[in-house]
């Protein structure tokens, strides 16, 4: 295809502010609450279900807000803000009537996390905050009116993560053990002591703790103890045994919900090459059918009203926008809110394709393929995108950078290496210190199917990531110099001995894990740390960094690009100051994303749109 021929996609469309996003109906069902731009910042709107007005109700004008929920009393939303990406969240409350939003949880370099917010007790709520001890989260209790804040459970050194039951009572924990292992501990009541529930083997990876049952007598859990992938499990607290709600023989249980009008636990999900949804409650079967007739799309329940007939819900898909639908399951009756970028419905995206590549010592992996549109899929310029974590996965619906990098004319390849959540143990724990080694190689023979299916030129082929993907990006550049034209490195730890020293007081407790999975004698690291193999790297590379990240500090990108530049190695660097692990403002995607496309450009060929001049992004 001609480059006048081919519509591109604007990048500020896919890198923008979306329009409207993360919809959520108030307890009462009279509102929706929901993120929206405000002077080009994602802000808090409110507007009536019935009536329609729109009102912003919470902004701040330095950074973007990406999380909102309803506080009880229908009357007031809560919302989440960090400074300057540095993960230090701190809870905030705004009227609908447009009063001043107040900070539930102020102080300096204290972190929050949302723990219970529960509608049948809308004068407080339940947040895991670190401000008595930065390494540890204790469980707050908030009164709403008052602004105050208690401690109600007290860490005692070990507890990773709390559970609230359904009267707000803190009666489950994880807690790490001395050998690694995950302790499930419960209690009967406030004042009851705690015991062990159940112990989880490292090799078992972490469980979660779920929900309660509505009587509070049993307890829910997602854990691969006793199987290899993991089962969403039932416990009877008083007598310690547990059945199995669900299970796969192959792929992880990966999500639940609850029925916000009974608290019963009536719906789990697998995620599979697409995520599916299973009735725990036949009552639920027919929800769930007529919820999934709809929209096409992988479907999440956002929230629902206290009485559980009206639910906010999500649909995503790969090649377009994702839309927002209210559903009531009493009608079966849905009303269509808003898609998150209406403006993509002018273009013709790209499907994802679930992909098998074979691995070199047999190990089946799974990812997606991502082609341009209206082209052969012959010898195209390639991008090998690598996920973060690593323990995550990729997965099918709309991704901004994937449909960018397939508008502008590369096939797009995404696997799940060993190591990668979601596919059981085995496949995770068959990732354990190989950072450097099966993950990479996994990666690198993605690449080899990608040419072998004749898809890729092999001259043409960038690897591009973040964080974990980031250092894979390094490792990939270090270990193989011929195997990759170019890279683009996106908050890459460099050094693993460097990365695990400097690591954010919160994730302490979770330093076992990190040395099981990474490894932790410092020459092993050293070894899987492409620093020390930068003289090995030739190929041009891009590195983008946030200067306040908590997890991969800007040192981690600094000492590869002065090893790089003193070997005379052509880098560009972009440092936003503005940034944590990961771009949040608008503005700044735009400018990455348009240093980006001019770098493959020149080395990969592809097409590219004009920078603006608001894409300076300097070095």
Same mark, same amino acid.
């Given at each position: 295809?001609?480059?006048?021929?081919?519509?591109?996609?604007?990048?500020?469309?896919?890198?923008?502010?979306?329009?409207?996003?993360?919809?959520?109906?108030?307890?009462?069902?009279?509102?929706?609450?929901?993120?929206?731009?405000?002077?080009?910042?994602? =802000?808090?709107?409110?507007?009536?279900?019935?009536?329609?007005?729109?009102?912003?109700?919470?902004?701040?004008?330095?950074?973007?807000?990406?999380?909102?929920?309803?506080?009880?009393?229908?009357?007031?939303?809560?919302?989440?803000?960090?400074?300057?990406?540095?993960?230090?969240?701190?809870?905030?409350?705004?009227?609908?009537?447009?009063?001043?939003?107040?900070?539930?949880?102020?102080?300096?370099?204290?972190?929050?996390?949302?723990?219970?917010?529960?509608?049948?007790?809308?004068?407080?709520?339940?947040?895991?905050?670190?401000?008595?001890?930065?390494?540890?989260?204790?469980?707050?209790?908030?009164?709403?009116?008052?602004?105050?804040?208690?401690?109600?459970?007290?860490?005692?050194?070990?507890?990773?993560?709390?559970?609230?039951?359904?009267?707000?009572?803190?009666?489950?924990?994880?807690?790490?053990?001395?050998?690694?292992?995950?302790?499930?501990?419960?209690?009967?009541?406030?004042?009851?002591?705690?015991?062990?529930?159940?112990?989880?083997?490292?090799?078992?990876?972490?469980?979660?703790?779920?929900?309660?049952?509505?009587?509070?007598?049993?307890?829910?859990?997602?854990?691969?103890?006793?199987?290899?992938?993991?089962?969403?499990?039932?416990?009877?607290?008083?007598?310690?045994?547990?059945?199995?709600?669900?299970?796969?023989?192959?792929?992880?249980? =990966?999500?639940?919900?609850?029925?916000?009008?009974?608290?019963?636990?009536?719906?789990?999900?697998?995620?599979?090459?697409?995520?599916?949804?299973?009735?725990?409650?036949?009552?639920?079967?027919?929800?769930?059918?007529?919820?999934?007739?709809?929209?096409?799309?992988?479907?999440?329940?956002?929230?629902?009203?206290?009485?559980?007939?009206?639910?906010?819900?999500?649909?995503?898909?790969?090649?377009?926008?994702?839309?927002?639908?209210?559903?009531?399951?009493?009608?079966?009756?849905?009303?269509?809110?808003?898609?998150?970028?209406?403006?993509?419905?002018?273009?013709?995206?790209?499907?994802?394709?679930?992909?098998?590549?074979?691995?070199?010592?047999?190990?089946?992996?799974?990812?997606?393929?991502?082609?341009?549109?209206?082209?052969?899929?012959?010898?195209?310029?390639?991008?090998?995108?690598?996920?973060?974590?690593?323990?995550?996965?990729?997965?099918?619906?709309?991704?901004?950078?994937?449909?960018?990098?397939?508008?502008?004319?590369?096939?797009?390849?995404?696997?799940?290496?060993?190591?990668?959540?979601?596919?059981?143990?085995?496949?995770?724990?068959?990732?354990?210190?190989?950072?450097?080694?099966?993950?990479?190689?996994?990666?690198?023979?993605?690449?080899?199917?990608?040419?072998?299916?004749?898809?890729?030129?092999?001259?043409?082929?960038?690897?591009?990531?973040?964080?974990?993907?980031?250092?894979?990006?390094?490792?990939?550049?270090?270990?193989?110099?011929?195997?990759?034209?170019?890279?683009?490195?996106?908050?890459?730890?460099?050094?693993?001995?460097?990365?695990?020293?400097?690591?954010?007081?919160?994730?302490?407790?979770?330093?076992?894990?990190?040395?099981?999975?990474?490894?932790?004698?410092?020459?092993?690291?050293?070894?899987?740390?492409?620093?020390?193999?930068?003289?090995?790297?030739?190929?041009?590379?891009?590195?983008?960094?946030?200067?306040?990240?908590?997890?991969?500090?800007?040192?981690?990108?600094?000492?590869?690009?002065?090893?790089?530049?003193?070997?005379?190695?052509?880098?560009?660097?972009?440092?936003?100051?503005?940034?944590?692990?990961?771009?949040?403002?608008?503005?700044?995607?735009?400018?990455?994303?348009?240093?980006?496309?001019?770098?493959?450009?020149?080395?990969?060929?592809?097409?590219?749109?004009?920078?603006?001049?608001?894409?300076?992004?300097?070095?």
């Amino acid at each position: 295809m001609k480059a006048s021929d081919h519509v591109l996609i604007p990048r500020d469309i896919l890198f923008g502010s979306p329009e409207n996003s993360n919809a959520c109906i108030s307890p009462d069902g009279e509102y929706v609450a929901y993120l929206a731009p405000f002077d080009k910042k994602l =802000s808090v709107w409110v507007r009536g279900v019935r009536e329609g007005t729109a009102r912003m109700i919470a902004h701040d004008p330095a950074r973007p807000i990406s999380w909102v929920a309803w506080q009880g009393d229908s009357r007031h939303v809560l919302y989440l803000q960090d400074a300057g990406g540095n993960e230090n969240y701190h809870l905030f409350r705004a009227g609908i009537d447009i009063s001043q939003p107040r900070d539930l949880t102020p102080g300096e370099n204290v972190r929050t996390i949302p723990l219970s917010i529960k509608h049948r007790h809308p004068d407080e709520m339940l947040v895991q905050f670190n401000r008595r001890n930065p390494e540890l989260f204790d469980v707050g209790r908030i009164h709403f009116e008052s602004g105050t804040v208690k401690i109600d459970t007290e860490n005692p050194g070990d507890v990773m993560t709390w559970l609230a039951d359904n009267d707000y009572v803190v009666r489950a924990a994880l807690a790490q053990s001395a050998d690694g292992a995950t302790i499930i501990r419960v209690r009967d009541s406030a004042d009851a002591p705690w015991r062990d529930l159940d112990s989880i083997p490292s090799k078992d990876f972490v469980p979660s703790i779920v929900s309660f049952s509505p009587d509070n007598t049993r307890l829910y859990a997602i854990s691969a103890k006793d199987s290899n992938a993991a089962r969403l499990i039932c416990y009877d607290l008083a007598t310690g045994k547990s059945d199995v709600a669900l299970e796969d023989a192959t792929y992880d249980v =990966s999500g639940a919900f609850v029925d916000p009008s009974t608290n019963e636990l009536v719906a789990a999900s697998i995620l599979r090459d697409r995520l599916e949804w299973v009735a725990l409650d036949d009552r639920f079967e027919r929800t769930l059918l007529t919820l999934r007739s709809i929209f096409d799309g992988d479907m999440v329940i956002a929230n629902g009203t206290l009485d559980g007939t009206t639910f906010a819900v999500r649909y995503t898909t790969d090649a377009g926008p994702a839309r927002y639908y209210l559903f009531n399951r009493v009608t079966e009756e849905s009303s269509f809110l808003f898609s998150d970028r209406p403006a993509l419905l002018d273009y013709s995206l790209a499907p994802m394709r679930p992909i098998q590549v074979p691995a070199r010592d047999g190990l089946t992996l799974h990812g997606y393929l991502t082609l341009p549109q209206d082209v052969e899929p012959k010898n195209l310029p390639g991008v090998l995108f690598v996920h973060g974590g690593p323990w995550h996965r990729d997965r099918w619906g709309y991704d901004d950078m994937i449909q960018w990098l397939a508008n502008r004319g590369y096939a797009v390849i995404q696997v799940n290496f060993r190591g990668s959540t979601g596919y059981g143990k085995a496949f995770l724990n068959a990732g354990n210190r190989e950072w450097a080694g099966k993950m990479r190689t996994d990666l690198l023979d993605a690449r080899d199917w990608a040419i072998a299916q004749g898809i890729v030129d092999p001259s043409r082929f960038a690897i591009f990531g973040g964080s974990y993907g980031g250092y894979a990006v390094l490792t990939a550049l270090a270990f193989t110099p011929d195997a990759f034209t170019c890279g683009v490195d996106i908050v890459g730890p460099s050094n693993l001995n460097t990365l695990l020293s400097s690591i954010p007081p919160y994730w302490k407790p979770l330093i076992r894990i990190f040395h099981e999975r990474m490894g932790e004698d410092p020459q092993f690291l050293a070894s899987h740390s492409p620093l020390f193999k930068a003289g090995e790297i030739r190929a041009p590379l891009l590195v983008a960094q946030g200067a306040n990240d908590p997890r991969v500090k800007q040192q981690e990108s600094d000492q590869i690009v002065e090893a790089l530049r003193k070997n005379g190695v052509p880098v560009t660097y972009i440092v936003f100051p503005d940034e944590g692990h990961g771009f949040a403002n608008p503005q700044n995607a735009q400018r990455f994303s348009a240093a980006t496309e001019a770098f493959l450009a020149q080395h990969i060929g592809g097409f590219l749109e004009p920078a603006q001049q608001a894409d300076d992004y300097g070095e």
